[in-house]
């Protein structure tokens, strides 16, 4: 024990006697000695005892002194939280540390008693409402008090603020936890990094940020020990299997405070730190769990069987925890740091694990070596129409990670995805998710209603709409780094904090650059569409779309082509992206060429000194392809007002009409490389190609074609037109029918009106 600090030691101690003590420690002794933060009124700034007075607790820990760095301020709360809000119930069977649908971040805890909208969650998130608020300005005995509710009003009403323009709206944020240090060191090994940190501290900041860190670790050993006490009280009375409860409270008497040594130790380990970080994000599962079920396997300590069980009851769990799919990744087989395969029998029992589950989203990382056996496992999923999992080209990860973003191989061979299929690598990576962050048809109609008229050739309108991509792209930058720049200030996040990569050595939040590595998933909507609308403009200067005016074209437009059925009928006959044609081809190269470079210039506000934040192009989509066509008015491909845009970077739905080879030239035409943010390809394949002879032969083939030259990620939809049809009649029927929908599947029945009408159009390919 002497190589651990006092603090460090103290952990020990405390748990030691916690276990010692246990049957005698009553409830509301714990809840006294656990709220001592807000005992002395005396040590707390005047902030903090008026809210405390109002029944407002988090808020009070987080004003306790204002002084202090916003971090460690926040860091305090999560502790306060994790000591005093409420477990989650035991469910008989459970294996894994918390099941759905209790979240870490939402656990009831006794705060604002009086309901004045004001608390925060166990990650120091605030939660805010002003007009509840409001009413203690009548309650307020003086004019301290007075300034006190207007100074948190001002505060509160700066953490809610979005500094970014709607047109760059800005959305979620994905990070997978760093589950392989936990498992090799425990949460300790965090505690022993923080108290070097304190000691080589150069400034007061780098000292209170280490401070907080310890703090988050006193409060999960304490929620631990509380929830191992509840289940052990619970054990006298509980007519479940004891068995299976008995070999969960043994685990999480070790793990994850403490390294990992088995197979189901890891397993448990692992779902604890998604849980405690409040990111159900599994990242590499079968690279991380394999060597502990590997030896375990060999000693006789667990089944083939017993791994799938783990594995689908917490699919299953994420599946009924998550509100929306699309969330939450795990992310599996691909490259070890030796360069050698990773593929094991973890892998298969992940692919199978998933099968008719709608989340967490799974990807497989297809190298040209992959096994066989790995293949015929997805090709069965996919045959069933499960739509899981989508697939990666490895090589092509691995080379544009190292070669564009300088990131070392031993790191590449790491990354993961988090959400829908935005990159990161594993347990080292802030990554935020700009949704409808950049509309390329958006900026394609302001152009051609500003410079059509000025132009007399297509060269000319060409190179005015690539200046205004350009400037538009650079502008996004600027306003998500307002936003970046506000969230890092105001949202610390201690529990992300303390389980990424290099934040406690960088000794800086998760949110404001303490992370390795920290990228802008810069999602780029509408491409297939701004292609085929230059390419009907080029027909128009040609004068391929017969004697028609500037001013008649552009009046077509904006009636929404009424009364212009015959141009309408001659923009929707020009070839659409998806179809052969070399000249389309090239424009879709040149033009997503240059957004792609461009967007890859572009530098994020958070970052550190040693690697500097990347915005990363996408092409992902999610259910915003919606959103994003309607508020666009008609377009010269013959898109009318309002109509959804393509939902991947492959054809616009219903518009492909020469077969999934024809598609993927397409796709291929854009460069994918500069794309690795993911460029998501959808296909859908006529249930008919799995019944023919060496029907999955083929479909392998395809994909394998398509990855050596140069594609990203495929997402493969096998249904029966007919069932989808009949799913909307009578949805009660179908509640088990899954489609993979953007960059993530869903149940169809699930679906909006919207969403299930695009997810039809989409063509489907006999091969």
């Keep these: 024990m002497a190589e651990y600090s006092a603090v460090l030691f103290s952990l020990f101690i405390m748990r030691a006697l916690f276990y010692q003590n246990k049957n005698a420690c009553k409830e509301e002794e714990k809840m006294t000695a656990i709220q001592s933060v807000l005992d002395d009124d005396l040590k707390m700034s005047n902030h903090a005892r008026f809210l405390k007075k109002h029944g407002m607790y988090t808020a009070a820990v987080f004003y306790k002194n204002m002084n202090e760095p916003i971090g460690r301020r926040a860091a305090r709360v999560t502790r306060y939280v994790l000591e005093n809000q409420s477990l989650p ?20 805890l006794a705060d604002d008693l009086q309901d004045y909208g004001f608390f925060l969650n166990a990650n120091a ?22 300034h006190i509710v207007d100074s948190i009003i001002r505060d509160c009403k700066a953490a809610y603020a979005v500094p970014s323009r709607c047109r760059y709206d800005h959305g979620g944020v994905h990070n997978v936890a760093d589950i392989q240090t936990v498992l090799d060191e425990g949460i300790i090994g965090y505690a022993k990094r923080a108290q070097e940190k304190i000691a080589s501290a150069k400034t007061a900041q780098e000292r209170r940020f280490a401070e907080g860190i310890l703090d988050v670790i006193a409060g999960i ?20 299997n004891k068995e299976r409860m008995q070999r969960l409270i043994t685990a999480l008497k070790k793990v994850p405070m403490h390294p990992a040594e088995t197979f189901y130790e890891a397993y448990v380990a692992a779902t604890a730190v998604m849980f405690l970080a409040n990111a ?36 299953t769990d994420i599946d009924a925890r998550i509100g929306h799919p699309g969330v939450t990744h795990a992310t599996i087989g691909g490259t070890l740091k030796d360069g050698t395969a990773a593929y094991n029998v973890l892998t298969r029992i992940c692919v199978q694990a998933i099968g008719g589950l709608r989340t967490p989203n799974v990807t497989l990382r297809v190298r040209r070596d992959m096994p066989q056996e790995i293949w015929d496992a997805f090709l069965l999923n996919i045959s069933k129409g499960y739509a899981q999992p989508a697939i990666v080209n490895e090589e092509l990860y691995l080379e544009n990670l190292t070669k564009d973003y300088a990131i070392p191989y031993e790191d590449a061979v790491n990354y993961v995805f988090g959400g829908c299929s935005e990159l990161l690598i594993q347990g080292k990576t802030m990554c935020d998710s700009t949704w409808v962050a950049y509309n390329m048809l958006d900026i394609f109609e302001q152009a051609l209603y500003n410079y059509f008229y000025e132009c007399d050739t297509f060269a000319q309108f060409y190179d005015r709409l690539k200046q205004d991509y350009q400037i538009t792209l650079h502008e996004m930058a600027e306003q998500i780094n307002l936003r970046q720049f506000s969230f890092g200030n105001h949202y610390p996040w201690p529990l992300a904090t303390l389980f990424t990569g290099d934040c406690i050595e960088n000794a800086e939040n998760f949110t404001n650059g303490g992370a390795r590595y920290n990228f802008d998933s810069a999602n780029i909507y509408a491409g297939t569409n701004a292609i085929n609308s230059l390419y009907t403009l080029k027909q128009f200067y040609e004068g391929k779309l017969g004697d028609i005016s500037k001013e008649e074209f552009l009046q077509c437009l904006t009636v929404n082509f009424a009364g212009y059925e015959d141009l309408f009928a001659r923009c929707k006959k020009v070839t659409k992206f998806g179809n052969y044609d070399e000249e389309l081809h090239a424009l ?5 060429d240059f957004v792609f470079s461009e967007t890859m210039t572009l530098q994020c506000w958070r970052g550190n000194e040693k690697y500097r934040g990347r915005f990363m192009p996408a092409v992902i989509l999610w259910v915003d392809w919606i959103t994003c066509g309607e508020k666009v008015g008609a377009t010269p491909d ?26 993927m030239a397409a796709a291929l035409s854009v460069p994918q490389n500069k794309g690795i943010g993911t460029c998501v390809l959808n296909l859908r394949l006529d249930k008919a190609v799995f019944e023919a002879p060496e029907g999955e032969v083929k479909v392998q083939q395809l994909c394998q074609t398509y990855f ?7 997402q493969i939809n096998v249904l029966d037109p007919e069932a989808l049809l009949k799913a909307l009649q009578n949805p009660e029927d179908y509640g088990n029918l899954v489609v993979r929908v953007g960059g993530f599947s869903d149940n169809f029945v699930k679906l909006s009106p919207a969403i299930q009408k695009e997810v039809i159009k989409r063509t489907q390919y006999a091969i």
Excluded at 89 to 108: H, K, T, V, W
Excluded at 643 to 648: F, L
């Design 89 to 108: 119930e035991y469910q008989d069977g459970q294996r894994l540390m918390s099941a759905a649908p209790y979240n870490i971040c939402s656990g009831f």
């Design 125 to 146: 998130e605030i939660y805010f409402e002003e007009q509840k608020f409001m009413r203690l300005r009548e309650e307020c005995a003086d004019s301290v008090e007075l």
């Design 221 to 240: 050993a304490c929620y631990l020990d509380r929830y191992i006490l509840s289940l052990e009280e619970k054990m006298h009375c509980f007519d479940g």
């Design 280 to 315: 159900f994000e599994p990242g590499r599962m079968d690279v991380y769990l394999y060597p502990y079920y590997q030896r375990d396997l060999e000693a006789g300590l667990t089944t083939e069987q017993e791994a799938h069980e783990l594995f689908r009851e917490l699919f």
């Design 588 to 592: 879709a190269a040149d033009l997503m």
């Design 638 to 663: 013959g898109r009318l007002a309002g109509q959804a845009t393509a939902d991947c970077c492959g054809p616009m739905q219903g518009t492909d009409k020469e077969g999934p080879t024809s598609v």
């Design 708 to 714: 050596k030259q140069g594609g990203c990620q495929l």
